[in-house]
Structure formats: structure tokens, C-alpha cells
Nanobody, 120 residues
Framework: QVQLVESGGGLVQAGGSLRLSCVAS????????MGWYRQAPGKQRELVAV???????TYADSVKGRFTISRDSAKNTAYLQMNSLKPEDTAVYYC??????????????WGQGTQVTVSS
């Protein structure tokens, strides 16, 4: 089995910062892309940022310049540093990863989500 466990969410005032972590564990051969998505109440889940195994990053326009995604491949961990937070960043943040359990099998996994609330 493979698990993704997020941590680091919480309540912060507008303009503040939070750092989310996502640790992958279990039967893992390799991890390809890792990313963060978010879902606000009444809205669809949306991509926030993604990082490939080679370190290439992609961001949603709404977070460019404020959020930074990174990863520590040795620890099977991805991070999302969130600065200059806005009330509209309030959402449940989900970690996502494309994980190969063998040379030929790659599956998509999701974490359970962590709540981020930004007060005005």
C-alpha cells in the first residue's frame, strides 16, 4: 500500500505564511510528479502547483510569486511554501503524486487533505 500524509495546515491571518508537507510512504519504486491541489467550499478542486521528478515546476496563475513547491526525493516528501496568503486561498489542500510501485505500474494517489484558513 501507498499513503500520502499532509501536514502543516491551519489558521493564519491575511499576509501570513504557512508551509505544507506531504510524505509518501509504503511500497514505492519511484515517484514521478508530485503536486498540490485545493478545493474551496462549493468549488471544484483545482491545481495549485506541481513539480516533476526533474524539478520542473508549474503554478496556477493565482499563486504565482506567492507559493513555492519543492521536494526532497530522498525523503519522498513534497512541500508547499505559501506566503502573502489571502482569504481566497482558504481551502482544503490535497497532495497528489504519481507513484510507480513497480517498473511497469504507475498509479495516482491522493492525501486526505489539510485545511488552510486565511482570515481577513
Amino acid at each position: 500500500q501507498v499513503q500520502l500524509v499532509e501536514s502543516g495546515g491551519g489558521l493564519v491571518q491575511a499576509g501570513g505564511s504557512l508551509r505544507l508537507s506531504c510524505v509518501a510512504s509504503g511500497s514505492i519504486f519511484s515517484i514521478n510528479a508530485m503536486g498540490w491541489y485545493r478545493q474551496a467550499p462549493g468549488k471544484q478542486r483545482e491545481l495549485v502547483a506541481v513539480i516533476t521528478s526533474g524539478g520542473t515546476t508549474t503554478y496556477a496563475d493565482s499563486v504565482k510569486g506567492r507559493f513555492t513547491i519543492s521536494r526532497d526525493s530522498a525523503k519522498n516528501t513534497a512541500y508547499l511554501q505559501m506566503n502573502s496568503l489571502k482569504p481566497e486561498d482558504t481551502a482544503v489542500y490535497y497532495c497528489h503524486a504519481d507513484i510507480s510501485r513497480t517498473v511497469t505500474i504507475t498509479l495516482k494517489y491522493w492525501g486526505q487533505g489539510t485545511q488552510v484558513t486565511v482570515s481577513s
